[in-house]
């Protein structure tokens, strides 16, 4: 048995199928994460940080030497020092072992989402940027992005890639933050510090973890189409070794692959590349709303001092988060909505 931690970053939008705060699914929820294409422009803007347009690239990146490529697993595309790199553009992801039955367990605090946190709370979901709060009416997600996929209803073209989670538990991992202390954004009325990473946790029975890819359309992205030599709706596996402490670490970005951070980032008043997360959106026009950096709660918390010694390693330099990409929180389509796209 072992351990798998992910982490996701970047432009990652996580859709629930219960509201995080209801007491009754605290332990039997589960959560669609969907990564956002941004070969096209955004809805209502068109830079970044008003800088030129940047591509996002979805990558899974985990240690090199975590890797089996033994008998037909896929390889890796690419190798950046100690990290071995998948390319992710349309595919959807899933665990070997998982089911369909809602066993998530989505982290909440009652007392966080506003403000600054506290080192009690700060694992709470509540800290991913709230579309709901941005802009109401927007939060809600286009049912083509989350139903079941074949070739006779294909994914809708705003999702680059897709992943569920149905077991474990997944809560918000680090904040976006600078020297001086965790950022705190403001859109419309509201405050918060924003999560720059998420984790996800789940236990795994098998010697290695086995996470299953599929190519859900043909991909722009050659190397993508070297790994699937079958064509899209086929499968390929990726195996990964568990380390000396029994952990398989992993993390799915979505950012530009040669991301280099500002010297401050505050000089950076918002993201515009989160507009792309309104493509998700129900709404036929939506409001498009991004976070702005507002002011700085102070001091930066020191989250390695509150988790266990065998996950500090993912609190290093490079397991960390962009200050200017992060995630977002969606809702699902009302159930008559729904209903009304399958039919």
Request: include cysteine; charged fraction near 25%.
């Amino acid at each position: 048995m072992g351990e798998f931690i992910m982490s996701f970053t970047g432009l990652c939008c996580f859709v629930p199928d219960h509201d995080i705060t209801d007491d009754s699914h605290r332990g039997n929820n589960r959560m669609m994460v969907l990564l956002v294409e941004t070969k096209n422009d955004p809805p209502g803007h068109g830079g970044h940080g008003g800088h030129a347009h940047i591509k996002h690239l979805p990558l899974l990146v985990c240690p090199y030497e975590s890797v089996d490529r033994a008998g037909n697993s896929r390889t890796e595309d690419d190798r950046e020092g100690k990290w071995a790199i998948f390319f992710l553009d349309d595919q959807e992801i899933w665990l070997e072992e998982a089911t369909d039955e809602p066993q998530l367990q989505v982290i909440y605090y009652g007392d966080s989402g506003e403000e600054c946190p506290t080192l009690e709370n700060a694992r709470s979901f509540a800290w991913v940027a709230p579309m709901a709060e941005m802009s109401p009416g927007s939060q809600f997600i286009k049912y083509h992005c989350l139903y079941e996929v074949d070739e006779a209803h294909p994914l809708h073209t705003s999702v680059t890639t897709r992943m569920k989670l149905t077991k474990g538990e997944v809560g918000s991992k680090s904040f976006a933050a600078v020297c001086g202390g965790d950022i705190k954004w403001k859109f419309r009325n509201h405050r918060q510090v924003l999560s720059d990473s998420v984790y996800y946790k789940v236990e795994f029975n098998a010697e290695n973890l086995v996470l299953n890819t599929k190519l859900i359309r043909r991909s722009e992205n050659e190397q993508v189409m070297k790994a699937f030599p079958d064509g899209p709706f086929s499968v390929r596996q990726i195996r990964l070794r568990q380390n000396p402490q029994s952990v398989v670490e992993a993390a799915i970005r979505n950012m530009p692959r040669t991301y280099v951070p500002t010297t401050d980032p505050l000089s950076e008043p918002g993201d515009s590349h989160f507009a792309h997360f309104y493509k998700f959106s129900s709404q036929g026009n939506p409001t498009v709303v991004i976070p702005q950096k507002d002011t700085l709660c102070s001091p930066r918390l020191d989250l390695r001092s509150v988790v266990p010694e065998r996950y500090k390693f993912l609190y290093e330099p490079d397991h960390g988060g962009s200050p200017t990409c992060p995630p977002t929180m969606g809702i699902r389509p009302p159930d008559e909505e729904a209903s009304e796209r399958k039919e």
